[in-house]
């Protein structure tokens, strides 16, 4: 566990490092800064909603931890709207499809977070409207995705055609589905960890000492969901030199043109 805690602090470094730097390099009101404020949010959300699923394998309870819990939830939403808004400002800024979706996804991820603070937090994380909220938590992601496989493909097709879009910008977009994909992952992964939870619980065994292997794994995996998305996001909006040669130089040998 301590290995998992490790790395999960690396992924938190390296989320709040890429935020602190988009916010720094994005003018106001910006989609860089939009970005950057939702992974500053996610990156302190991530050790504090590890924590509160360790306690609550551990039998936590009571007002304090259901706060506690509350509140991890709370900044997982936070950094969702500020994904949310980016994706609306690079792909929908103008006409109201955008902050329809906004609105709907939005507001479908803030459900679960009313269910829990009228019902006591730890008490419905093992039940069908958790895994709804994780299901629903996915959505913005699934968004985003949707959006960034699109706008690359249309890249593709005008690369094809000979109007050679800037590769770099290219490359962009195929690194913005790594990232999005990658954070749309671990709450599917959740949902598995939870039904599979639920089912022991049926069978009036304890998930905490039927599945001891839970929360490592769990911890693996969002870590290394979290490293894939550092990653692409950091090629995506400073990518080194070289890097960003090696995408110049590629580009170059599939143009069209050197054919």
Not at 190 to 209: D, S
């Amino acid at each position: 566990m301590p290995i998992a805690i490790l790395i999960l602090g690396l992924v938190t470094a390296a989320f709040v490092w890429i935020a602190v730097r988009l916010i720094r390099a994005g003018a106001r009101r910006s989609p860089e800064r939009t970005l950057g404020y939702a992974f500053l949010t996610l990156g302190v959300a991530i050790l504090p909603r590890f924590t509160a699923a360790q306690m609550m394998s551990k039998g936590a309870e009571g007002t304090a931890f259901d706060a506690f819990n509350i509140a991890t939830h709370l900044l997982l939403f936070l950094s969702l709207i500020g994904i949310l808004l980016f994706i609306r400002q690079v792909f929908h800024p103008e006409g109201r499809l955008g902050w329809t979706l906004v609105g709907v996804l939005g507001g479908v991820n803030v459900l679960p977070m009313i269910a829990m603070a009228l019902d006591g937090g730890a008490q419905l994380e093992l039940t069908w409207g958790a895994v709804v909220g994780n299901g629903v938590r996915t959505m913005p992601f699934i968004w985003g995705f949707v959006e960034c496989v699109r706008y690359a493909a249309q890249l593709d097709r005008q690369h094809a055609l000979g109007l050679s879009p800037d590769p770099i910008v290219r490359n962009r977009f195929r690194l913005w589905t790594l990232w999005t994909g990658a954070l749309g992952f671990m709450p599917l992964f959740v949902i598995g960890i939870r039904l599979y939870a639920m089912r022991l619980v049926a069978q009036g065994l304890e998930p905490a000492v039927a599945m001891p292997w839970a929360l490592p794994v769990a911890a693996s995996v969002m870590g290394t969901s979290c490293v894939v998305a550092a990653i692409g996001l950091w090629l995506a909006f400073f990518p080194p030199a070289r890097y960003a040669a090696w995408v110049q130089r590629k580009a170059a040998e599939a143009s069209p043109a050197s054919a």
